[in-house]
């Protein structure tokens, strides 16, 4: 019983450097990777802030039997191509969610005049306010935004958001 977890164990750990490797490779070669991607809280299942050799092994066995989608006790390659997409999807939307943040928080140390930290409506409105967009857009200058002139503004490169100012350039 002890060598079937070892070996789910050492499958799981596998499972976890393919995805690494998988999203190093993405990053380009010299790139540090780190190793694989293990939950330590998840991996500590008596929460004592310490892995055991048996924790790791129920962590791998677990991970091992997430991957095992038709239950059949062994990997297919679909079953681990499936692993290694989820890893990557995981650490793509990581990877999103920080620079939402950095951007969020760029956002603010440009546009926050009053300096409370948070941005209002008129802290967060494109330069030049609404006039502004609507005359970019208003080509034929008849008052109104036909859907011919929206839709040569957002074939532009960037959409019309980004042709108007909504959207910093900086």
Known sequence: MKHAALIA?????SLGFM????TAHERGPGKMGGGPRIDFSAADADSDGLLTQEEL???GAARFAGADSDGSGTLSVQEMEAQIEKGIKERAMEMAG???????AHMIARRDANGDGELSL????????EAHIFNRL???????????EFAKMEGRRGGAGKWCGMQPSE
Do not use: M, N, Q, W
Request: hydrophobic share 35%; glycine share 18%; net charge negative.
């Open 9 to 13: 164990g050492f499958a799981a750990l």
């Open 19 to 22: 995805t690494v490797s998988a």
């Open 57 to 59: 092994s129920a962590y």
């Open 98 to 104: 920080k620079r939402a943040e950095k951007g969020a």
């Open 122 to 129: 008129d802290e967060v409105g494109p330069k030049g306010g």
């Open 138 to 148: 208003d080509r034929d200058g008849d008052g109104a935004i036909s859907a011919e």
